[in-house]
């Protein structure tokens, strides 16, 4: 490789020359040396990011598992990763997990206590139901045995009337009209 300039003002000219085997020499090791650089570069990037990955994918893993367990009502335990957004995702979900199952207590403890009122309910109701039956069945017979002497006292006051036309008339009229007032409530009752 040869190089010159004229210098125009001395009338000069320089030539700088070199052997090309020695430069290319020094350009090929320089060429490897570089090459070699930028893969080892490559290759510790390589390895940082498949480690960072692993922590990533762990860190992710850890939440799904914790998202998991919480959605199927199980206590979360917080894990640290060492990665500070999924350390504090995490804590969430452990907060998260103990306000969940203090509601879920909360609620099994309402859910009891509406059962057993609904069975107290039921009960009462069968109770009323049942007393209701016997009032029932009570103003039925009350309504009979009430009956039952009404229609004698009705009848001799009948025979009364045909025997007897001036004798006890008002009485028969009181005893008649008390006896029909009390027909009647029978017949409501």
Request: hydrophobic letters at 50%; glycine letters at 6%.
């Amino acid at each position: 490789i040869i190089g010159f300039t004229k210098l125009p003002r001395w009338g000069l000219s320089v030539i700088v020359g070199a052997p090309v085997s020695s430069l290319n020499q020094v350009v090929s090791t320089a060429l490897v040396m570089y090459a070699a650089t930028l893969a080892l570069s490559l290759l510790v990037c390589l390895l940082v990011a498949k480690t960072i990955a692993r922590r990533i994918v762990a860190g992710i893993a850890t939440l799904q598992m914790h998202a998991r367990d919480m959605g199927q009502g199980r206590a979360v335990k917080a894990q640290a990763c060492g990665i500070a957004e999924f350390d504090q995702l995490s804590k969430s979900l452990e907060t998260a997990s103990m306000e969940r199952m203090a509601v879920e207590g909360h609620r099994r403890v309402l859910v009891d206590n509406l059962d057993r009122s609904l069975r107290s309910i039921r009960a009462a109701m069968e109770q009323a139901r049942e007393a209701s039956a016997a009032k029932d069945h009570f103003l039925a017979v009350l309504g009979h045995e009430l009956r039952n002497p009404l229609a004698p006292i009705v009848s001799t006051l009948d025979l009364m009337d045909i025997q007897g036309k001036d004798v006890y008339r008002r009485e028969r009229t009181i005893l008649r009209r008390q006896a029909t007032h009390l027909h009647h409530l029978v017949d409501d009752l």
